[in-house]
C-alpha cells in the first residue's frame, strides 16, 4: 500500500533552515506529482508546494515563496522541502501528499505528518 | 486565488442526526472540489472528490452535492466516530491549490 513517511523536522531558531524528507513506497513515485501541505497549530489546512512528477515544473504558495523550496530524488523515492529563513508562522506540521494524478489534484495518500518549530 | 468558506465553523449535533456542512467558492469550480476529514492528532482522510464521488471504503451516509460556488458535505445519520473536523478544498483553478477553513462537528 502507499506510504508516505516524514523526517527532519523539530525545534529551530528564526533564521535559520531545515530540511524535511519524505519517503514513499508502495506506488510509482516518479509518476506522480507531489505535495507539502501544512497546518499550524489548531488551524487549518495550507498547501505549501507541488513539484511535478519529472522535477520540471515547481509552484509555491506566496507564504513561503523565495524561502522554501520543493525537490525530488525519483531514484531514492523521496521528497524534499528546504526551508529557509524560517519564521514563527511556518511553524506547523508538515504533510507530504500525493494526487491522483492531473487534473485529479486531490489528496488521497497524506504521511504521517513532521512537526516544525521556530522559535527561539 | 480561490477563496473557499466553510460554514458553520463548529457543528452541535446528536448521534444519530444528520449533519450538513457548507463550503462556498469565490468563484465557480465546476466540480473540481474535494472533502476531507480529520480526527484531533490524525492525518486528513479523503472522504469525497469531484464534489460527489465517494472515495475508496467511505460509507454510503456521506454524501457529496453541488457544482460551481456552492458545495454541500451531508451525514445522514452521525456516528461516534464522525466526529471530527472537515474541510473542503478545489482544485479547480490553481496554483494556489486552497482549502475552506474547517468545520468542526461536535457532539451535542
Known amino acids: 500500500q502507499v506510504q508516505l513517511v516524514e523526517s527532519g523536522g523539530g525545534v529551530v531558531q528564526p533564521g535559520r533552515s531545515l530540511r524535511l524528507s519524505c519517503a514513499a513506497s508502495?506506488?510509482?513515485?516518479?509518476?506522480?506529482?507531489m505535495y507539502w501541505v501544512r497546518q499550524a497549530p489548531g488551524k487549518g489546512l495550507e498547501w505549501v508546494a507541488v513539484?511535478?512528477?519529472?522535477?520540471?515544473?515547481?509552484h509555491y504558495a506566496d507564504s513561503v515563496k523565495g524561502r522554501f523550496t520543493i525537490s525530488r530524488d525519483n531514484s531514492k523515492n523521496t521528497l524534499y522541502l528546504q526551508m529557509n529563513s524560517l519564521r514563527a508562522e511556518d511553524t506547523a506540521v508538515y504533510y507530504c501528499?500525493?494526487?491522483?494524478?492531473?487534473?485529479?489534484?486531490?489528496?488521497?495518500?497524506w504521511g504521517q505528518g513532521m512537526m516544525v518549530t521556530v522559535s527561539s | 486565488e480561490i477563496v473557499m468558506t466553510q460554514s458553520p465553523a463548529t457543528l452541535s449535533v446528536s448521534p444519530g442526526e444528520r449533519a450538513t456542512l457548507s463550503c462556498r467558492a469565490s468563484?465557480?469550480?465546476?466540480?473540481?472540489l474535494a472533502w476531507y476529514q480529520q480526527k484531533p492528532g490524525h492525518t486528513p482522510r479523503l472522504l469525497i472528490y469531484?464534489?460527489?464521488t465517494r472515495a475508496t471504503g467511505i460509507p454510503a451516509r456521506f454524501a457529496g452535492s453541488g457544482s460551481g460556488t456552492e458545495f454541500t458535505l451531508t451525514i445522514s445519520s452521525l456516528q461516534s466516530e464522525d466526529f471530527a473536523v472537515y474541510y473542503c478544498q478545489q482544485y479547480h483553478n490553481w496554483p494556489p491549490l486552497t482549502f475552506g477553513g474547517g468545520t468542526k462537528v461536535e457532539i451535542k
Open positions: 513539484i511535478w512528477y519529472d522535477g520540471s515544473n515547481k
Open positions: 501528499a500525493r494526487d491522483r494524478g492531473r487534473p485529479n489534484n486531490w489528496f488521497d495518500s
Open positions: 469531484g464534489a460527489s
Open positions: 468563484q465557480s469550480v465546476s466540480s473540481n
Open positions: 508502495g506506488f510509482s513515485f516518479s509518476s506522480y506529482d
